[in-house]
């Protein structure tokens, strides 16, 4: 049925590349304006200022935390380790040292790519459920040396606290200035996340999702490849454990728990995962729910949300994304005016997880 | 009685085949626990033929190829391709020396389209074992891309190749994998049973896929259980009977060939 009928439109793609990249400009555009703006809109929806950098802070987290699971399909039930790791030596930093954010985040970024270097060489050898269980080990063994054999430095169960006010070349960073930082962060990290989804290195982490065996068998090294995409996603993860200390002087030993590595699945798979701008949505759902519906509706929350994920998983494998590309069909494709059709993920994106 | 065998096939391998030898396997031994799976075979595959190796269930095929590709380490025993030694590299080490592998199910990546299946073997010769590079977008104007575009069309998947691949049907996707293998740019290729599970209509076609490849000088090891298949396309084939080499030579030689009847006959009572 293939075989005879010779393909006409092979080469129309040469100005299409133009195209892309001006629909892609556009969206970005669109996409830093609703970040930008947020401080000002999330008062109007019962929100705070506050709130808004916090949904900095976990979107930076969830959408690293895609390059490894939604692209490669390495399900890490590590990352506060890199979260948590950075901000405690963030906290560090301001303690003992300088109240300089430069200086902190250098460090940052240095303690959790050795830290990333070392889980990643331990975990990365076994596959699947193995690996998963290899990363929360680690991850808890790292929480657990916090509170007891490295609690002169972190302050034990306590957490880490400081009296501290973090500055940028000696001006202090508090309230919007840190929102501000953060946004930066954030658009800068999307942008770099979408560009290297579609960059030769991103199709080959998509394909070990897909099948690593092939790949392998294709001559291709599927352990530097995982390698690559762990280290990438722990430096976003890093990012945003800076972030939060910044944003908040001080470092709850929380943020080492594995409940944060779960916390950050938990966005992933309500936005959409694989898409990048789900798991981001997935992060200001749930930042919005925990800080803002939990006061209407009281102590039920947890349950409404478990709910609501349970429904998502059932119902919606592809996350909010999956809602939204269905709505952006139903309407004929005009509610979303001039802006790229929502990625929805492809159909069995979550269900073979 | 194993050296007598190995003399009988040398001597019959300078008889009929041209070219050197692009594969040569010597004395190759793998047990597992109490089973001799592969008992000291040893072959020449010829540069740009295409051989064939059959014989009955558990005779050793699949292992024997499962130890050229490095998925199984044997015990003893030396395989070289183009006269450097393969054992003991990772696999995709020795896809990177030149051999590809067309597995007994389909392997291919099911929900991409086909040009991202083929991309990823055009980039894998392009760049090596890896790459980073993650800036540049994978578009119509990559070389690796293009590349793909042409091969699917000289397999005849063009007009499919912005589908998912998980669509296909069995023979398109024998189709895509050995796209796959064409980009990869191989120059041995490993096919267990490319044909099985096809209806007739898919393995002819496959058959004459496989001709077409040929002539771009790509050599192919074939284990096949349907004759049809063997004797459509090898131009030598060796007969493996319990992790030994029972008979080689050229096809009508082995049709005829005492041993080998007995070995599937044999195996019939």
Known sequence: ?353 | MAQVQTAEMETGHRGVAPGAPILEVAGLNKRFGGLQAINNVSLNVAKGSIHAIIGPNGAGKSTFLNCMIGLIEPDTGEVNFEGRSIKGLTPHRIIQRGIARVFQTPQIFPVMSLVDNVTIAALAKRDGEFKFNPIKPLNGANSARQEAEAILEQVGLADQRHGDAEHLSRGDKRRLELAICIAAHAKLLLLDEPTAGMSRHDTNRTIDLLKTISETGMTKVIIEHDMHVVFSLAQRVTVLAQGTVIADGTPEEVRVNPKVKEAYLGGAH
């Open chain 1, 1 to 353: 049925m293939s075989t005879e009928t010779a393909s006409a439109p092979v080469r129309a793609a040469g100005n299409a590349g133009v195209k892309t990249f001006g629909r892609e400009i556009t969206f970005m555009m669109i996409f830093s304006a609703i970040v930008l703006t947020m401080p000002f809109w999330i008062t109007l929806i019962g929100g705070y200022q506050g709130l808004a950098t916090k949904i900095m802070v976990w979107a930076i987290f969830a959408v690293g935390f895609d390059i490894l699971l939604g692209f490669t399909g390495l399900l890490s039930f590590g990352h506060a380790a890199f979260f948590g790791g950075a901000a405690y030596i963030t906290g560090v930093v301001f303690r003992d040292y300088t109240s300089e954010i430069i200086v902190a985040f250098l460090a940052s970024q240095v303690g959790v790519m050795i830290l990333a270097v070392i889980i990643g060489f331990l975990s990365i050898r076994r596959t699947g459920i193995y690996f998963s269980i290899l990363t929360l080990a680690f991850a808890s063994m790292l929480f657990a040396a916090a509170l007891a054999i490295f609690a002169p430095f972190t302050g034990g169960y306590d957490g880490l606290t400081m009296r501290t006010t973090p500055s940028l070349f000696g001006m202090p960073m508090q309230g919007l200035s840190v929102f501000y930082m953060g946004a930066f962060m954030l658009i800068f990290g999307f942008a770099v996340a979408r560009t290297l989804k579609n960059s030769a290195f991103g199709l080959m982490l998509r394909s070990i999702k897909e099948n690593p065996m092939r790949l392998e068998y294709t001559g291709v090294n599927v352990w530097a490849y995982k390698m690559a995409a762990f280290i990438i996603s722990a430096h976003f993860a890093a990012v945003a454990g800076f972030l939060m200390v910044v944003y908040e002087p001080y470092v709850a030993t929380k943020f080492l728990h594995w409940s944060t590595s779960g916390e950050v699945v938990i966005m992933s798979v309500i936005g959409g995962v694989g898409t990048l701008l789900g798991p981001i949505i997935g992060a200001a759902f749930l930042m919005y729910f925990e800080n803002v519906v939990q006061s209407f509706i009281g102590e039920q929350w947890k349950l409404v949300l478990g709910l609501i994920f349970v429904l998502v998983v059932i119902f919606l494998p592809g996350g909010f994304m999956q809602l939204g590309s269905m709505i952006w069909k139903a309407t004929g494709q005009k509610a979303f005016g001039g802006a790229p059709p929502p990625e929805g993920p492809r159909k069995h994106d979550s269900e073979r997880e």
